[in-house]
């Protein structure tokens, strides 16, 4: 059984139908992306795993429990966490306390301090920024910040959107890496993105969102290597 | 003119108007921490704060009535008044939240606004219904406590009654708590983040619902706080009395800088200074022109002159967020 299961989801915004059925599998321990055009409907796809949204129509398996009856906050409680497009840190509040609201729902206080060591050896600058307001921090920061955030809450699977938009091409390459580094840690990824090229190359599989629907599926490899995804993600 | 008399009886305004200005302080921040979380000015606020100060005039009418007013040292029964008071006006808020608002979530701005102003009218008949049926009487006094109109020397030969301490002390210690508690606990850091953005605090596992309530708890409580010690320091209430002071925490909160927190207490502070300073001293210095009636016009005054200056309010966001 994979670890989550997207079965045929159908979401409305009003009368926009963003996702037109669409299924997706994580297994356990992989990383897979979801990669497509703008307003292909991957943001929607990964809020209503997170239960940010209602689907009109198909299902949330996680670990084969259906999540659709659970608010956002039980299902970070049940091990799943975005990091949401545009990072949404909390600007006001200094590095410190964003990191301590990702772990707002653990009182496992030495499990947290580790994780929080364990956030500083993937991002040393936050530990030289501990009591700066997060909304003064750079761009890449913030990004630090966020996905630092997300994984002091100690998830089994971690949603990432788009966490290399507008950062630098150095710092890009350095986010992957960091990625990849998390999944070897064993958090299991599925990573939303708009730069193809990179998320393949760290993914196990992939999936093409088109206005709402899956347009193919596959190994990274094997969607490398595809005619339509070179030419339409990879530039060629 | 007279500056022997000005001088004279400047201790006893100040302290005037710190009780004032507290009594303010401990208002706006019901109406500042709700608007702080939800964007939403809370209309029912006011009465809110009346009902904590009906609850205090209750327990001490009935203590009065029982003969066991004397029974418990001044200072407990202050105690017993005050906690009884935040209590009730606690849970007041809350449940308005829950029924009022919180179905209205997602819905237009006006749409809560409108609720509230319906709840706050609720509220101020409601409580005279009860008390009209259970008193047969909707205005209330409260009873004398003697040792809270004693006067103590607080210099030389100048002294002010002990109920105007004790509303200072007690209304001073509640906001250094509740700064603390903002500012430095963790349920504190939570409300804060909700108050920034919803959406990313349940995406970290916070419980969205249940922080709006807290925010709604800890107004509550000190408006409750407020109504009680307001009872003790002027004396007769009716469930109409909340309007005016309402309306003026809410400028306090607007003055500060709405939202924020200790923007509340300087906002309520300065306006408390501000009408107790005219209402003693216009007729005095304009040679009887203009008198006490004036002094709200006279505070207003300077208030619009300080927004038109720092339209954010004198704590107003000053920190500019990348986006
Ligand atoms: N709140 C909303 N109200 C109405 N329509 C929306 C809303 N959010 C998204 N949509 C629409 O749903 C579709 C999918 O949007 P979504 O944000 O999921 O796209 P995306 O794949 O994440 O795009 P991007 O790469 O630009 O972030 C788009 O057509 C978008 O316009
Ligand atoms: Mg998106």
């Known amino acids: 059984m994979a670890l989550l299961e997207v079965q045929d989801l159908h979401v409305y915004y009003g009368h926009i139908h963003a996702l037109k059925g669409i299924s997706v599998a994580v297994e356990a321990g992989e990383i897979v992306t979801l990669i497509g055009a703008n307003g292909a409907g991957k943001s929607t796809t990964l809020n209503a795993i997170s239960g940010l949204l209602r689907p009109r129509q198909g299902r949330v398996l996680l670990g084969g429990q259906d999540l659709a009856a659970y608010p956002p906050h039980e299902i970070v409680g049940r091990g799943v966490v975005q990091v949401p497009e545009g990072r949404r840190i909390f600007g006001r509040l200094t590095v410190r306390e ?14 947290i301090e580790e994780d929080l060591e364990r956030v500083f050896a993937l991002f040393p600058r936050l530990r030289e920024r501990l009591q700066q307001v997060a909304g003064t921090l750079s761009g890449g920061e913030q990004q630090m910040l966020a996905i630092g955030r997300g994984l002091m809450t100690r998830p089994t699977l971690l949603l990432l959107d788009e966490p290399s938009m507008g950062l630098a091409p150095v710092l890009v390459e350095q986010i992957f890496e960091t990625i990849r580094q998390i999944n070897a840690a064993g958090t299991t990824i599925l990573l939303v993105e708009q730069n193809a090229f990179m998320a393949l190359e760290i993914a196990h599989r992939g999936y093409v969102l088109q206005t709402g629907e899956i347009a193919l599926a596959g190994t990274a490899r094997e969607l490398q290597a595809n005619e339509e995804v070179r030419r339409a993600y990879l530039g060629g | ?56 005039a209750e327990i001490l009418l009935i203590m009065q009535a029982g003969g066991t007013l004397g029974a418990l040292h001044p200072l407990a029964l202050l105690a017993v008044i005050v906690l009884v008071a935040m209590l009730v006006s606690a849970v007041l808020a809350v449940a308005v939240e829950r029924i009022a608002y919180r179905p209205l979530r997602g819905a237009p701005r006006l749409i809560p606004l409108i609720s509230a102003i319906g709840v706050s009218f609720f509220l101020q008949d409601a409580i005279r219904l009860v008390e009209s049926l259970w008193r ?26 002990i109920k105007s301490i004790l509303v200072v002390v007690a209304s001073l210690l509640m906001l250094v708590v509740l700064t603390l508690f903002v500012n430095r606990t963790r349920l504190g850091t939570a409300i804060r983040a909700v108050a920034e953005d919803q959406a990313a605090a349940g995406l970290m596992g916070i419980n969205v619902g249940r922080m709006i309530s807290l925010t709604f708890l800890i107004g509550g409580a000190m408006g409750g706080a407020a109504g009680a010690l307001f009872g003790v320091q002027f004396g007769t209430i009716n469930p109409y009395t909340g309007f005016i002071p309402g309306i003026k925490a809410f400028t306090a909160a607007v003055l500060g800088g709405i939202g924020n927190v200790p923007g509340a207490m300087v906002g309520g502070l300065v306006l408390g200074m501000l009408e107790t300073l005219a209402a003693s001293y216009m007729s005095l210095l304009t040679g009887g022109a203009f008198g006490a009636e004036y002094k709200d016009i006279f505070a207003f005054s300077v208030l619009i002159l300080i927004l038109m200056f720092r339209p954010r309010g004198l704590l107003g966001e000053v920190v500019r967020e990348k986006l």
């Open chain 1, 98 to 111: 964003n990191l301590e609201m990702g772990a707002f729902r653990r009182t496992d206080r030495a499990a």
């Open chain 2, 1 to 56: 003119m007279e500056w022997d008399v000005l001088i004279a009886i400047f201790p006893s305004v100040v302290v005037d108007g710190l009780v004032l200005g507290f009594v303010y302080a401990m208002i706006a921040l019901g109406y500042t921490m709700v608007y702080g979380v939800l964007q939403m000015i809370n209309f029912a606020h006011s009465e809110i704060f009346v009902t904590g100060a009906f609850v205090g």
């Open chain 2, 136 to 161: 047969n009487a909707f205005y209330l006094t409260y009873p004398v406590v003697e040792f809270f109109d004693l006067r103590i020397a607080i210099a030389g030969d100048i002294d002010v009654p």
